[in-house]
T-cell receptor, first 110, second 112 residues
């Protein structure tokens, strides 16, 4: 079982819709969770971090964490074509080691 | 703009050669981590440096080594390059004790 799993996609949504990205992780002691956005040919950009169960909102982005289910998600409201990218889920598994999923490719169609 | 800069941006090397990649951390960030990202995969943790010492290492062989300098900049050295070392190498900096990491633009290494 991979440590961090994401649906590879592609996930396609129309402009203005809500995009829902999901991630599960295997290490129960993980305490820090992150979502990165990566445009093709570019480096990952941190867009959200979440440390406690529940929801965390930042503009059009909402991260949701459920430690009991070992599940973290990212919702993007009012999706825009500029949101088209690969979204990486990352989990800090202790100390300095951050594990990434393979990413979900999102396409927002005008 | 994250402030983390890497050089060079692209590099082509021959199998068996050695390569050095460089990273300048974001101002005030004293911790530097290196990642390898193969095409279509997420980044994989290579190692982290804090106070000029290795402070954690992923599942990479000893031919991957690094340095951190007093100004917090860092180098990644890879010896005896293999074709599978072809990847995007990412440097990320963070504040000590903080898990949020900010990436540089990466170095695309191609081994032929």
């Amino acid at each position: 079982q991979k440590e961090v799993e994401q649906n590879s996609g592609p996930l396609s949504v129309p402009e203005g819709a809500i995009a829902s990205l999901n991630c599960t992780y295997s290490d129960r002691v993980s305490q820090s969770f992150f979502w990165y956005r990566q445009y093709s040919g570019k480096s990952p950009e941190l867009i959200m971090s979440i440390y406690s169960n529940g929801d965390k909102e930042d503009g059009r982005f909402t991260a949701q964490l459920n430690k009991a289910s070992q599940y973290v998600s990212l919702l993007i409201r009012d999706s825009q074509p500029s949101d088209s990218a690969t979204y990486l889920c990352a989990v800090n598994v202790g100390g300095n080691d951050m594990r990434f999923g393979a990413g979900t490719r999102l396409t927002v169609k005008p | 703009e994250t402030g983390v800069t890497q050089s060079p941006t692209h590099l082509i090397k021959t199998r068996g050669q050695q390569v050095t990649l460089r990273c300048s951390s974001q101002s005030g960030h004293n911790t530097v981590s290196w990642y390898q990202q193969a095409l279509g995969q997420g980044p994989q943790f290579i190692f982290q440096y804090y106070r000029e010492e290795e402070n954690g290492r992923g599942n990479f062989p000893p031919r991957f080594s690094g340095l951190q300098f007093p100004n917090y900049s860092s180098e990644l050295n890879v010896n005896a390059l293999e074709l599978d070392d072809s990847a995007l190498y990412l440097c990320a900096s963070s504040l000590a004790g903080r898990t949020e990491a900010f990436f540089g633009q990466g170095t695309r290494l191609t081994v032929v």
